[in-house]
Structures are given as structure tokens and as C-alpha cells.
């Protein structure tokens, strides 16, 4: 039995995107911007998708710009707004501790070009919270950058309130929802955030197709400079299968979600009291309320993950660390340590991320396996800290 617990990582692409991405592969191979019948018929297959993906996260369809992915798109709303707002001399930019990298090294670019950057702290269970935001904002903050659900515990930011706080101020507001879109509803307007980013991958659509939500009005430099596609804003031959791939997964994601939702979280809390009931010196990770309903992170004392994870690789069971491995170390999730946890427990840490495929039999058969590997790996810790 070969069970996937590694959803957030990415997302198998639903069989019906799959064939119609086939499909557009052999017979829409015009190039969008033609103006003969082949150029027209990619074109319409563009516009029903990003109707699709609009439709996702509640916005207008000519408001969706088509990216290379997540990362692109994060990238290009921190560093298109940055730019357009250079003029006006706000040279200071806020994120939080929690972000992906996509975020946090964009952050990090720009501190290197002259932004000051401000991170903000998270309390013990993974939230920003309001006062930190208001007390980090000054008459020079341009943008603000905080992820809707995070990667690693699930946990979901009070997005709405935080943007009206950043808005209040005069700042934009940008959120990385790749984590959230197709999970949970997402409304930009509810949300009432100028950006946000979404990776198709993580919705059961194909890898390298992504796109950022830019509010109307909102001035953006552009990403890539070169034709006009995407009203000017990211030049480049469009991906049309990427894009029909991504618009067929936001259509089955929104009539799915409200199934989906609450029997990955029954599936989810099962998967989480049978490891805590059955598995001594085990904790969750961050908070347990607010959370996408699919992920739970949860710490094994005495544990190197890694070490649990490919015991349970070698059981055929798929889940993650958050740990980095730069220059042959492993780096603890800067997640984890953001929140305040030891070095320790972030490298003890496992993340548990389900999806459509899973089952209770598979859940059970995990909760049933673990006492059992976990046992032997404390044993052979034991010894080892012995020497
Ligand atoms: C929260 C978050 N943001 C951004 C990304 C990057 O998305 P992509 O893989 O489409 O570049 C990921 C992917 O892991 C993610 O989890």
C-alpha cells in the first residue's frame, strides 16, 4: 500500500484537467496572439480558464495575470508594486516569520537594493497578530506581505484584519493564498487585499502555471518585459495547456470544496488523535482552530524527522519535514522557529498534509504503523546518545 500524505508539497493533476490539457497539447497549438482561427481558439480556451480561476477566488477575470507558478507570482507582486511605488518614497516593505521563501527572499533581494524590511514575530501558534502589524507600520511602508494559509501547519492569518490595518495606513497588501485557494473559499474582496498569489499544483492542477490577483487600479510594473500579453503585464507566448490545466482544477475545486473540506478535516483529526493517543511525547504544531482542514504538523520527541520520515518512506508512506538541508546540513523549519519553538522540536517535526486520495483505511493503517517505528527509532537514539 502506497499512501501520500504530502498534499501541500503538490497535488496529483485531476484526471479530467489532465485530459483536457491533452487534449489543447494536439489540437490548440495556436499561439494566443494570432489573429487567424488557431490564435482565436487558444485565446477562447485562455479566457474560459482565467474566467475559472477568477471565479476561484472571487474576482474579476481582468484581474487575473497567468504566471509560471506560486513563486512568480509572489515574486512579482512584491517586486511590481515595490517598483511602481518607488516614486512616491515609501521605502519600506513588512512581512512575517512565516512566509515562503518565495516571499522571504524576494524580501531580502529587495533589503539589498536599499528596502528597509521589517518581519514580523509570531505567537506560539503561528499567528500574526494585529498590534504588530499596527505598531510596524509607518508613513513609509509601501506593502505588506502576509500568507493566507501556511505551508508547513495549516495555520490561516486573520488576513481581513490585518489588511484593513495596512490599508488604513495607506500601504498595499499583498497575500500568498497558494497554500489556501482551492482548499477553503477565498474572497478577494472579503479579504480586502490589493494581491494575491495561486499555484494551480497545489489544487490538483499541473506544476508551472500559477496567478496573481492584482485589484483593479492597483499599478504594478511589469514582470517580464516583451509582447503584450496579459494586458502588458507578463510578456510571453502563453502556457495554454498550463492555463486550460489550471482553469478546469479551479472549476472542480469550487464545486468539490464544500465536500472535500470537511472529510479531509474528519480524516485529518482522526490522523492526528490516533498518533497523539498512540504515540507518547507527540504535539501539534501551531494552532489547532484556525487551519486549512488538511494539514496537521505534528512534533515527535526524541526524533529526527528526517529519520522518521524515511522509516515511513520505506513503508510506503509519503509526508515532509519542514527542515532545509543547505550545504549538507539540515536547517530547522525557520516556520517552526518563527513561532518560537527550540531547535530541537522544529527538527522533530512532521508534516502530515492530505488530499483526495486518502482514506480512513489508509489514515488507520498509518496511525497503526507508527507506535512502531517510532519505538525502535527512540531506541536506536538512546544508544546513540549513549556513545
Ligand atoms: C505558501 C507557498 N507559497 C508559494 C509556493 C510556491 O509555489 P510554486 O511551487 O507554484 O512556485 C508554495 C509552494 O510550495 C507555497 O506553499
Given at each position: 500500500?502506497?499512501?501520500y500524505?504530502?498534499?501541500?508539497a503538490?497535488?496529483?493533476v485531476d484526471?479530467v484537467?489532465a485530459?483536457a490539457?491533452?487534449r489543447a497539447?494536439q ?7 494570432s489573429v487567424?482561427y488557431y490564435?482565436q481558439q487558444?485565446?477562447a480556451?485562455?479566457d474560459?480558464a482565467?474566467?475559472a480561476v477568477?471565479?476561484?477566488i ?6 487575473i495575470?497567468?504566471?509560471s507558478?506560486?513563486?512568480e ?8 508594486a515595490?517598483?511602481?511605488l518607488e516614486?512616491t518614497g515609501r521605502?519600506?516593505l ?5 512566509e515562503h521563501e518565495a ?9 539589498k ?7 514580523l514575530p ?6 500574526v ?9 509607518t508613513?513609509?511602508?509601501a506593502l505588506v506581505?502576509i ?7 495549516g495555520?490561516i492569518q486573520?488576513?481581513?484584519?490585518l489588511?484593513?490595518i495596512a490599508k488604513?495606513r ?10 489556501s ?7 478577494v474582496r472579503a479579504l480586502?487585499v490589493?494581491?494575491v498569489?495561486i499555484?494551480a499544483?497545489?489544487f ?8 496573481l490577483?492584482?485589484k483593479?487600479?492597483v499599478r ?8 503584450k500579453?496579459?494586458?502588458?503585464r507578463r ?5 495554454v495547456?498550463?492555463i486550460?490545466?489550471?482553469?478546469i482544477a479551479a472549476q472542480?475545486?469550487?464545486?468539490k470544496?464544500?465536500?472535500d473540506?470537511?472529510?479531509l478535516s474528519?480524516?485529518r ?6 498518533i497523539l493517543s498512540?504515540v ?9 482552530d484556525a487551519r486549512?482542514?488538511n494539514?496537521t504538523n505534528?512534533?515527535?520527541?526524541r ?7 524515511i522509516?515511513l518512506d520505506?513503508e510506503?508512506?509519503?509526508?515532509s519535514?519542514?527542515s532545509?538541508?543547505?550545504?549538507g546540513?539540515?536547517?530547522?523549519s ?7 519553538l527550540?531547535?530541537h522540536r522544529?527538527?522533530?517535526?512532521i ?6 486520495s486518502?482514506?480512513?483505511?489508509q489514515?488507520d493503517?498509518v496511525?497503526?504503523?507508527l507506535p512502531r517505528?517510532v519505538?525502535?527509532?527512540?531506541s ?8
Amino acid at each position: 500500500m502506497r499512501i501520500y500524505l504530502d498534499h501541500n508539497a503538490t497535488t496529483p493533476v485531476d484526471p479530467v484537467a489532465a485530459a483536457a490539457m491533452m487534449r489543447a497539447l494536439q489540437d490548440l497549438f495556436g499561439n494566443a496572439s494570432s489573429v487567424h482561427y488557431y490564435g482565436q481558439q487558444a485565446k477562447a480556451a485562455i479566457d474560459d480558464a482565467r474566467s475559472a480561476v477568477a471565479a476561484l477566488i472571487g474576482a474579476e477575470p481582468s484581474e487575473i495575470v497567468f504566471t509560471s507558478g506560486g513563486t512568480e507570482a509572489d515574486n512579482f507582486a512584491i517586486r511590481g508594486a515595490a517598483e511602481a511605488l518607488e516614486v512616491t518614497g515609501r521605502k519600506h516593505l513588512i512581512t512575517s516569520g512565516i512566509e515562503h521563501e518565495a516571499v522571504l527572499n524576494t524580501f531580502k533581494a529587495l533589503a539589498k537594493r536599499g528596502w528597509k524590511t521589517t518581519v514580523l514575530p509570531l505567537d506560539a501558534r503561528g499567528i500574526v497578530s494585529s498590534d504588530a502589524l499596527r505598531d510596524a507600520m509607518t508613513d513609509d511602508t509601501a506593502l505588506v506581505s502576509i500568507m493566507h494559509a501556511n505551508n508547513e501547519i495549516g495555520t490561516i492569518q486573520p488576513i481581513a484584519e490585518l489588511a484593513t490595518i495596512a490599508k488604513g495606513r495607506g500601504a498595499l497588501f499583498h497575500t500568498d493564498a497558494v497554500q489556501s485557494a482551492g482548499k477553503i473559499p477565498v474572497n478577494v474582496r472579503a479579504l480586502g487585499v490589493d494581491l494575491v498569489a495561486i499555484s494551480a499544483h497545489k489544487f490538483y492542477g499541473p506544476k508551472g502555471i500559477g496567478a496573481l490577483w492584482a485589484k483593479r487600479g492597483v499599478r504594478l510594473s511589469p514582470f517580464l518585459s516583451g509582447g503584450k500579453q496579459e494586458r502588458n503585464r507578463r510578456a510571453g507566448t502563453e502556457n495554454v495547456p498550463g492555463i486550460i490545466g489550471a482553469g478546469i482544477a479551479a472549476q472542480l475545486a469550487m464545486t468539490k470544496m464544500d465536500v472535500d473540506a470537511p472529510r479531509l478535516s474528519t480524516l485529518r483529526d482522526r490522523l492526528e488523535s490516533g498518533i497523539l493517543s498512540s504515540v507518547p511525547n507527540t504535539d501539534v504544531n501551531g494552532s489547532r482552530d484556525a487551519r486549512v482542514p488538511n494539514t496537521t504538523n505534528i512534533s515527535f520527541e526524541r526524533i529526527e524527522a528526517e529519520s522518521l520520515l524515511i522509516a515511513l518512506d520505506l513503508e510506503g508512506v509519503a509526508v515532509s519535514t519542514g527542515s532545509a538541508c543547505s550545504s549538507g546540513t539540515l536547517e530547522p523549519s525557520h516556520v517552526l522557529k518563527a513561532m518560537g519553538l527550540s531547535s530541537h522540536r522544529a527538527q522533530n517535526s512532521i508534516r502530515f498534509s492530505l488530499g483526495a486520495s486518502n482514506n480512513e483505511e489508509q489514515i488507520d493503517h498509518v496511525i497503526s504503523i507508527l507506535p512502531r517505528i517510532v519505538t525502535k527509532l527512540r531506541s536506536l537514539s538512546a544508544v546513540g546518545s549513549r556513545n
